[in-house]
Every structure is written in C-alpha cells, then in structure tokens.
C-alpha cells in the first residue's frame, strides 16, 4: 500500500509524491492545513510502470526489439498502451504512451541488448549514458584486477 500526498515546500514546484507504507518509521503531526486536491485515483498511474510519477505528462516511445522477443512482447505487453507498429525479419517497432520514470527505465534495462529505444531522444540519451557508466564500471574493474 502506498501513500500519495503532494509536497507544499514553498521552494519545489508541487507535486505529487508517492511512500510505500511499509517503509514508514513514524507519523509526525503538524499543526498545519491543507489544501485538499481531487486526485483521479483509477487513472493517476495509468500512463506509468510502477508508482514514480515525475510530474511529466505522458511520451510517445517507440521501441525496437529483436526477433527472439516478438513472441514474448506479443503474449506479455509491457504496458495496456502497446502498439506493435511493425513486425520485421529483423526487428519488432513497439510504441509506448508513457512516462518516463525509474520503473520503466529499469524494466527496459532487463531486456538488457534485446531492446534498442529510438524515440523519444531525451530517453535515448539516459539508456546512452547509463550505458556508458555500466560499461566504464565494468571495464575500470578489469583493468584494475578485482576479481569477478
């Protein structure tokens, strides 16, 4: 079960921040009001993997997967948005309508080289990057001798 309240920090944009109740240690009250906001609660998450929502709307995301996981996309969507905009020898074209978050970035890593994104850029420029500090991770701890 989670807990969905908005941060009222006068110095952060407002948003909506999500806390999983079991990670709670304590309850401190507040003498403070609030402001009561109407959530959508059967479609806040909707446009989400996952519960981490950035506050961005919703992006065309178009993926590419290889053959071998065509079969697994078909029979298991990732998301209740998928479309399989084209089935090749070589490849399968997914689009998404999602926000980019934590969860989906991490979903898509579990594909780990069955997968390539090709829109929208700004997400192809975060697999590029993490990516890059993997590899670097990886490569600098063999260069240096730690053992696997």
């Not at 997967?65 to 969507?77: E, G, K, M």
């Not at 399989?84 to 309508?97: H, P």
């Amino acid at each position: 079960m989670y807990l969905v309240g908005k941060d009222i920090h006068p110095s952060k944009e407002s948003k909506f921040l999500t806390f999983a109740f079991d990670r709670m240690k304590d309850v401190v009250v507040m003498n403070q009001g609030f402001t009561e906001e109407h959530v959508d609660q059967e479609n806040y998450f909707r446009s989400a993997i996952g519960i981490s929502m950035s506050g961005e709307q919703p992006v065309r995301i178009i993926l590419a997967f290889n053959p071998t996981q065509t079969a697994y996309i078909r029979s298991q969507p990732i998301h209740s948005s998928q479309l399989i905009l084209e089935e090749k020898e070589n490849q399968c074209l997914v689009e998404l309508e999602l926000v980019i978050n934590y969860e989906l970035i991490s979903l898509l890593f579990s594909f780990r080289d069955q997968v390539r994104v090709l829109e929208p850029q700004n997400l192809v420029q975060t697999m590029r990057e993490t990516s890059e500090r993997l590899y670097s991770m990886y490569h600098l701890s063999s260069l240096m001798g730690y053992a696997s």
